[in-house]
């Protein structure tokens, strides 16, 4: 059978678009979070440079609790960026199974668990899986697990209704056009017919910055897949979020 239109998939005309409403008033504590953020991810550097990048998110799991200040309240800028991706989902649709991929300790995973039958957060670091299980011990449809998205363990394969991956894809070994079009291709793998994939990654400074030149490009190559259908790309300060999927039904040819 042919894939036909979903009626959760964009129109043409209306693949992008800016909303500031949710996002905008940022607070000063919250630019000092981004600061943090940007600390953490030069310590994974320092780290790195003297073991291997897996290793070197395990060692900044094993110094700090909550490196990117997920669960800080003195910030709420990440909170309301968790929240903003939660309502980019389309309303009214629950999901049977969730995956988290790059789930740190599982702010995202948590609320995806409310909309979920269940949901896996997988994480390079064991530290910040164990760390995951400790903070969400008492939900029951929430399970965390060890594992890189560059080599999946074996039981992570197809059908989740929902793939997320929010701030984690920068930090794969092989971030040029290939390496994405090889992780958007095993993403795809992963998703039912009609499984949505959500990506939520950095947009700085107009867009120049090399961060956010990554993040065109990790969009770019997941809305070349032919596995994947655009339903909605949108900017917020400082993310932006596509969101894909899966067409409804495989083709038998
Ligand atoms: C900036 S944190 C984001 C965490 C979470 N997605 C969030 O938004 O709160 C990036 C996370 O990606 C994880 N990570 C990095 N490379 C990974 C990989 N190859 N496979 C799985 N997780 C990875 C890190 O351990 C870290 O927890």
New binding site residues.
Partial sequence: MEAGPHPERASASAQGRWDFAKGYALRPQDFWMLIVGGKTDARIAQLESASSRNAA?EAIYGECDDP?E?FNPRYSYQARKYNTVMSLLPPGRRYGRALD?????G??SLLLAARSDYVLG????QT?VAHARKRHGGTANLGFQQ????ALPEGIEGRFDLVTI???LY??PRTDDAGLDAVAEQVAGLLAPGGLCVLSNHLFAGGWDKATRLSRRIDRAFCRSPRLALVSRSWHPFFQTTVLMAPAEKSLS
């Fill in positions: 998110f990117w997920s991929l790059g789930c740190g300790l702010a995202l997988v994480d390079v670091a910040a594992g890189d998205i560059a929010m701030d984690t930090y794969l």
